[in-house]
């Protein structure tokens, strides 16, 4: 029997079975419960979940992959991912999860910024509807190639029929059972994502099995731990900044600053910050050193053969029994799965709330508009699965999507969710130019001077946006009294 193939499909059946569970329990869901899970969420699933859907089958295919492939230099991404994570949940959660309720109960974030500053323009929903639905399609697909990689590593068949397989089981659980089934599955799949990556390093340094040699040599490489921390500190000073310029990117991150907003309490958000940093620590920590294994043990193996992204799924048959091998590897598959959940919802929601109800029919009622946002879902889908068929294989067709729809983000919306929280004078108009902005330079510094010049996209995308967000709202009028008293209001001592 194959073990691995029953232990992926013990995992698929208890997601479908979330999906379907909430479904027939929640019938007369609203827009509302469908998009933001009705504020319910606690803090433990707020946290996981939002960690899960943060960190992709990147996290266990495409950056240990690329680290593999070009070196260690490679690991300040994953330290600027760290140090994102930690500053978005100190600075942005519990403000953002006030000022959205503070703003008309907002629940996407095209909604809140339009709300921020009462008014009844549509443009900046619009345009960031429009920025969701590109960037989001674009994520969604890193998360087919990666999904596809796994499946077909297993069941021995052809990339694109194990994509459509990928893609149906994605699509049930979100399509029925909206934002609560995709917050329960991120957070189990949050949970054996975590457990996956410390298991690999730990196996390899606790034992010499199944290699009684395999202890020596980690030890043996490159010399000691001193060697790794100099062979990282000895990156250039443009892969430093690239890679810290990562973590950037969480302040407009959409799929996860909807998690701020759908916390039962803003006095949750200290529990959740402490148990998402120490994930996120320990799981990027996990995969640097992964990598770092994967280098010496199987490195030339996959980088000949053009598979460095495959490092992580090399280790774990090397070092576990099929059956374990198969749950570990169900990580990868819940990496990409809690990732494009996330995002099928959000790109789904803002269409819906942003663009279909206040555009198309005003009068959609709460039905209406959540079965609409369901067929977007499939849309978006079968968009991203198109643009994962025409990509290359392998970890930096993963990281190159990944990076592209992560600077989009960042440009976008970064400087514009920190502003509209902190800044009590900022304006519509200097959020809705720093969002235009933002995107405009990402796209065309991506187009054309990203590959001369070295320097990621997002750097130039979100300096740019802050600027101009800053210069159109200083010569533009004060906002009125009603502004004012929402930001008031979000930064007040009252008891949460």
């Known amino acids: 029997m194959n073990f691995e193939l029953l232990a992926l499909i013990l995992y698929f059946a208890a997601m479908l079975s979330i999906g379907v569970f909430l479904f027939f329990k929640s019938k007369s869901t609203s827009d509302k419960d469908y998009f933001l899970g009705g504020r319910s969420m606690g803090p433990w699933v707020t946290a996981m979940s939002a960690q899960a859907s943060d960190m992709s089958a990147w996290l266990l295919m495409g950056l240990p992959g690329s680290i593999l492939a070009f070196g260690l230099g490679q690991a300040w991404i994953g330290i600027g ?14 403000r953002l999860r006030r000022f959205s309720q503070a703003a008309n109960d907002a629940i996407t974030l095209p909604q809140y910024l339009s709300n921020r500053f009462l008014t009844k323009s549509k443009t900046l929903q619009v345009v960031c509807a429009i920025v969701f639905l590109v960037c ?12 596809a990689g796994v499946f077909s590593s297993i069941f021995s068949v052809d990339k694109s029929i194990a994509m459509l397989i990928f893609a149906a089981i994605l699509i049930i659980y979100t399509f029925l059972g909206g934002y609560k089934a995709v ?53 250039s000073p443009k892969e430093i900044a690239n890679g810290l310029a990562w973590g950037l990117g969480y302040f407009g991150m959409p799929h996860i600053l909807v998690r701020f907003m759908s916390i039962k309490k803003p006095s949750m958000v200290r529990k959740s910050a402490i148990v998402a940093i120490a994930w996120v620590v320990l799981s990027l920590g996990a995969v640097i050193v992964i990598a770092y294994f994967g280098r010496m043990l199987v490195g030339e193996k996959l980088i000949t053969a053009g598979a460095q992204s495959m490092v992580f799924i090399e280790l774990s048959r090397m070092l576990f029994p099929s059956f374990i091998a198969g749950i570990l590897l169900s990580a990868i598959i819940a990496a ?29 009622s709460d039905k209406e508009t959540l079965w609409v946002g369901r067929v977007v879902v499939l849309i978006v889908a079968v968009v991203a699965y198109f643009i994962a068929s025409s990509k290359g294989d392998g970890a930096q067709a993963i990281m190159n999507l990944v990076e592209n729809a992560w600077a989009g983000f960042g440009s976008a919306f970064g400087p514009v969710v920190i502003l509209s929280l902190f800044w009590r004078r900022f304006t519509y108009k200097g959020a809705l130019a720093g969002v235009i902005s933002g995107a405009l330079v990402d796209v065309l510094w991506l187009a054309f001077l990203s590959g001369p010049t070295g320097i990621y996209e997002l750097i130039p995308g979100f300096i740019v946006s802050m600027i101009v967000c800053i210069a159109v709202t200083l010569t533009d009028k004060a906002p009125s009294d009603e502004i004012t008293a929402i930001f008031d209001a979000a930064t007040s001592d009252i008891e949460d």
Do not use: H
Not at 81 to 94: D, E, K, P, Q
Not at 136 to 147: H, L, M, P
Not at 210 to 226: C, F, K, W
Not at 338 to 357: E, P, W
């Open 81 to 94: 991912l760290a140090i994102g994570t930690a500053l978005n949940w100190i600075l942005i959660a519990r």
């Open 136 to 147: 989001f399609t674009v994520y969604v697909a890193s998360a087919f190639v990666a999904g």
């Open 183 to 235: 917050c329960l599955t991120d957070f189990f799949q949050g949970i054996l994502m975590l457990i996956a990556v410390l298991a690999v390093p730990i196996i390899i340094v606790l034992t010499k099995s199944p290699d009684p040699a395999l202890l020596d040599q980690v030890i043996e490489y490159e010399g000691t731990s001193y060697e790794f921390v100099k062979n990282v500190f000895a990156a």
């Open 336 to 364: 990409s799965m809690s990732t494009a959940d996330s995002q099928l919802l959000v790109a789904s929601s803002s269409f819906t709330s942003d663009i279909y109800k206040p555009l198309i029919r005003k009068n959609a």
